[in-house]
């Protein structure tokens, strides 16, 4: 599914936290989103989770207006994993699994939750309370119930936060591999920059609502005459005039 | 209506209640000391007034549907809170479901959170104090009714606040009741109040469900226009509550509050 999004803005009161952003996500393409905290990337993705009504500006499902979507429709193909959002911490594993399948209507549910585990090792703590578990071993939950559905747009705010390098590695290269093998659009915020140069076709740097610069990692990191995106970051963060 | 969504978030709040013992004995312990405080109460006043002569039971299942009204507003508050407390609020809010299926399947598990814990102080309060609100015969089940559509409109009245409000809103959510229960006549005539009150309580449903109440208990007279209205201004409180949870969930929208409920 294609991603769009045009003139989009968010006022709350006389604050502007979005303010008129553009940008499009073919299908199969993953595109970061990075800024500094408080820039509106999760304002961002609140309006495209529905969560949040836009003040202006219009997104686009396949070229369609959400606001014209079934939202029930729309929402069954999307997904989101957020280490600061969680599942119930008293149920286990696959009562977290089977809930949000109900919820997301999957077919075949018992053969998906097998699959989803299988694929994310998480058989060896399927029935253990979720409040129980590891950080690294939550937010491969998280992730397993954001592919629940096996959405067709995937929206992942810091998927790896706070996760060793080895299981932030694994949830990379599956994330990786999950997406060219079914590919899915994927909008990724975070700020891990090798991790966004790994697996960013794309990226935006958001600042202060706006979008103030975009393209490849390469050619952003070219652009700005650094050697690597953290450095291009730095610098496009702490230059107060610099806009797109 | 999707049934199956409905199922699922049922299911979520049943297997919170299954996962732990000490949760179903906290549901049960609360009504089973009413039950004995009222009980102890009732047969006090029996001894003591010639209003109550040969009727201990009227304090005491005043006490016992007062407590299922509790039970199921509480309840439902609690559901919705668990999804704040647990910080699952944006995932529920993202999946494809419906408000009105929210909203059924609350209403539908928070009754079973209220049975697990009215039915033992209902059993209990037969053989300790010789009370059962069995003896108000098959009009208990409109009265039971009346209530629980009533309670569980507080809920939604209180978790439209949650939303509109943020977690701050919880106290509120254990004080709602404890606001209209003197209004309520719960335990006393209505003619109790001052007039310009009693016009108040006549809006509610709750004098008109606990006046019958007594109305049976006490005059062995059941008043089937009194039962219909209070089911009719039940539901129709139901239906506002209902149309607040919406507008309330519409205005979360447009604040960015839906977002950072729970985090």
Known sequence: ??????????KFKDFTA???????????????LLGPNGCGKTTTIGMLLGLIKPSNGQIFIDEKNFENLNREKVLSKINFASPYVELPKKLTVRENLEIYGRLYGVKDLKNRIFDITDDLNLGSFINKRTGELSSG???????????INKPKILFLDEPTASLDPDIGDFVRKYIEEYKSKNKITILLASHNMKEVERLCDQVIMMKEGKIVDRG???????????????????????????LE | MNWNKVYGLSLRHFYLIKSSFPRILDLIYWPSIQIFLWGFISKFFTLSSTYYNNTVGVILSAAIL???LFRSSISYNMMFLEEIWSRNFTNLFISPIKIKEIIAALTLTAILRTLIGTVPAVLLAIPLFGVSIFKIGLPLISLLLSLYLFGITLGLLVTSGLIRFGPSFENIAWASLFFLAPLGCIYYPIEILPHWLQ???KILPLVHIFEEMRNILINDIISYTQILLAITISIFYFMLGVAVFYI?????KIRGTLINVGE
């Open chain 1, 216 to 242: 490849t990692c390469q050619s952003l990191i070219e652009k700005h005459g650094r050697n690597n995106l953290e450095d291009t970051f730095l610098k496009i963060a702490r230059n107060k005039y610099e």
């Open chain 2, 248 to 252: 309330s969930y519409a205005g979360a």
């Open chain 1, 18 to 32: 979005v303010n008129n952003i553009n940008f499009l996500i073919n299908e199969g393409q993953t595109l970061g």
């Open chain 2, 66 to 68: 007062y407590d299922f």
């Open chain 1, 137 to 147: 071993q939550k937010n491969r939950v998280s992730l397993a119930k954001s592919l």
């Open chain 1, 1 to 10: 599914m294609k991603l769009e999004v045009k003139n989009l803005e968010k």
């Open chain 2, 199 to 201: 016009i108040i309580a």
